[in-house]
């Protein structure tokens, strides 16, 4: 991984990274799921959506909120809203994949919140906020929805109704140059608070690449950060991947 392809790659995605244009992008781009088998009455499992151009369908780095949404037309329909957060706009097609079969024994629809994931590493760059729809077909017997993504999961258990959780407070955009401090070390010398970034205010994985380590393995991790740092911590070159 070095600095020029890492540049290379903001190029291409340079043009579309602003928060409310793809959000409402997400909202055209929300596939929704055919309603309820009668056996049922609730969602069918399946395998995914595919992506374009042979991407494959891969959780959402973070949940944010899930929404339940009764209409009173058309026999009574709940629809099911959640919104997410993704590592770059390299993202695409967000859905929501039941994994409940049947009813289950607490009464929860479990739900996966999945999009179509970039075929390659992504710089740094503010979090994409994107949005699926699910509906699911009057008399259904879930009592409560629950949305996983990729490393959180957030429960409605009132229905129908919201609820939300607070977004990490970190999305790296703005670390290159800044110094590195683990959790439960000292904070970097000499460096003010703002020069800072504190492993414990990012919450999804990390790999931590020192001068003098190897990298055994370079499976590609949509949903990881990597972070390389010099000799004195400081953060020279990064990338989600």
């Known amino acids: 991984m070095t600095r020029k392809k890492l540049f290379a790659l903001a190029s291409l995605v340079a043009a579309g990274t602003m928060l409310g244009s793809l ?4 909202q055209q781009q929300a596939p929704q799921a055919a309603p309820s088998t009668p056996k049922d009455a609730g969602p069918t499992p ?5 992506g374009p151009e042979g991407s494959r369908p891969f ?3 973070f949940v944010t909120s899930v929404e339940l949404i009764r209409s009173s037309r058309d026999g009574g329909m709940d629809i099911i809203r959640a919104r997410g957060l993704v590592t770059s706009n390299g993202w695409s097609e967000p859905h929501l994949l039941p994994i409940t079969r049947g009813e289950g024994i607490d009464g929860m629809l479990d739900l996966i919140f ?10 740094l760059g503010p979090f994409m906020v994107v949005e699926a729809i699910l509906p699911v077909a009057n008399g259904h017997p879930y009592k409560g929805i629950r949305v996983r993504s990729g490393y959180n999961a957030v429960s409605l258990k ?3 109704g919201y609820a ?10 703005k670390c290159l140059g800044k110094y590195f401090q683990a959790k439960g070390a000292a904070a970097p010398a000499g460096q003010a608070a703002g020069n800072v970034v504190k492993e414990e205010d990012l919450p999804y994985p990390l790999r ?3 001068p003098a380590d190897g990298i055994p393995s370079y499976d590609y991790e949509p949903n990881r950060l990597t972070l390389v740092l010099s000799e004195a911590g400081q953060i020279v070159d990064a990338a989600w991947d």
């Open 59 to 61: 959780p959402v780095m």
């Open 164 to 173: 939300e959780v607070a977004a990490p407070k970190e999305d790296c955009a």
């Open 158 to 160: 009132t229905l129908p």
């Open 23 to 26: 959000a409402a992008g997400a």
């Open 114 to 123: 999945q999009a179509g994931a970039p075929q390659d590493m992504a710089p």
């Open 46 to 50: 399946g395998g995914g959506a595919p």
């Open 208 to 210: 931590i690449i020192r």
